[in-house]
C-alpha cells in the first residue's frame, strides 16, 4: 500500500528556514521521481521541484534560489528545505510520487499519490 | 512558463453533466492532467494524458482535448463529486490551473 506523510513544524518565522519530511512506504525512492508542490492563498497549487530516482534535483525557477530537495533512500525519506521564508510563503506543502503511463506512444508523466500534507504558517 | 486557465466555479445539478475547461498558453500536446480535490484532502488523479482514466476512477469522469483546449466532463454528477478540479501541464515543467469549484445548484 503506497503511503506518503509529511511533517512539518506548522509556524516558521519570517526570513527562517522551513524544513519538511516526507516519509514515504509501499515503493521505492530509487524506482520514482519524488515531486513537491505547494497550495498557498496567493497562488494555488504551485510545483515546486523534484528529485529524480536517481538523486538529481530540477527546481521550478521560483523557487531555484532559496530551495533544496535531498532524500535518504535508508530511511525512506524526502527533504524539503526553503530559506528566506516570506509571509506568502503560508500553505499546504505536499509531496506527491511522480509516475509515468505509456499510451499512444507518448509517455505521461502525473502525481499519482499525494500525501495529506503539511500546513505551514509563516508569521511572527 | 505555461498559464493554465479555469473558469472560478460551475453550479450543476445532481444528475445532470458537468463540462469543465482548461486553456494553455500554448500547445502542451496531449500532456494534460486532471485532479480532483475536496475539501481539506490532497488532490487525487483522475485523468491523465488528456482522456485516459486513472486506476480506480469511476467511468463517469472522461476528459478530451489537445493541444491548447481541453474539456473535462462528469455525467452524470453524484454528490460525492462536489470539489474543486485542476489541470495540470506536464510538458514543460509543471504547472497547474487555478481550479474550478463545482457547486451544487
Known amino acids: 500500500q503506497v503511503q506518503l506523510k509529511e511533517t512539518g513544524p506548522g509556524l516558521v518565522q519570517p526570513t527562517q528556514t522551513l524544513s519538511i519530511t516526507c516519509t514515504v512506504s509501499?515503493?521505492?525512492?530509487?524506482?520514482?521521481?519524488m515531486q513537491w508542490v505547494r497550495q498557498t492563498p496567493g497562488k494555488g497549487l504551485e510545483w515546486m521541484g523534484f528529485i529524480r530516482s536517481g538523486g538529481s534535483t530540477e527546481y521550478n525557477s521560483e523557487f531555484k534560489s532559496r530551495l533544496s530537495i535531498s532524500r535518504d533512500t535508508s530511511k525512506n525519506q524526502v527533504f524539503l528545505k526553503m530559506n528566506s521564508l516570506k509571509t506568502e510563503d503560508t500553505g499546504v506543502y505536499y509531496c506527491?510520487?511522480?509516475?509515468?503511463?505509456?499510451?499512444?506512444?507518448?509517455?505521461?508523466?502525473?502525481?499519482?499519490?499525494w500525501g495529506q500534507g503539511a500546513s505551514v504558517t509563516v508569521s511572527s | 512558463d505555461i498559464v493554465l486557465t479555469q473558469s472560478p466555479a460551475l453550479a450543476v445539478s445532481l444528475g445532470q453533466r458537468a463540462t469543465i475547461s482548461c486553456r494553455a498558453s500554448e500547445s502542451v500536446r496531449s500532456s494534460m492532467h486532471w485532479y480532483q480535490q475536496k475539501s481539506g484532502q490532497q488532490p487525487k488523479l483522475l485523468i491523465y494524458?488528456?482522456?485516459n482514466l486513472a486506476s480506480g476512477v469511476p467511468a463517469r469522469f472522461s476528459g478530451s482535448g489537445s493541444g491548447t483546449d481541453f474539456t473535462f466532463t462528469i455525467d452524470p454528477v453524484e454528490a460525492d463529486d462536489i470539489a474543486t478540479y485542476y489541470c495540470?501541464?506536464?510538458?514543460?515543467?509543471?504547472?497547474f490551473g487555478a481550479g474550478t469549484k463545482l457547486e451544487l445548484k
Open positions: 509501499g515503493f521505492s525512492l530509487t524506482s520514482y521521481y
Open positions: 495540470q501541464q506536464s510538458r514543460n515543467d509543471h504547472t
Open positions: 506527491a510520487r511522480e509516475a509515468y503511463y505509456y499510451y499512444d506512444g507518448t509517455y505521461y508523466y502525473v502525481m499519482d499519490a
Open positions: 494524458g488528456a482522456s
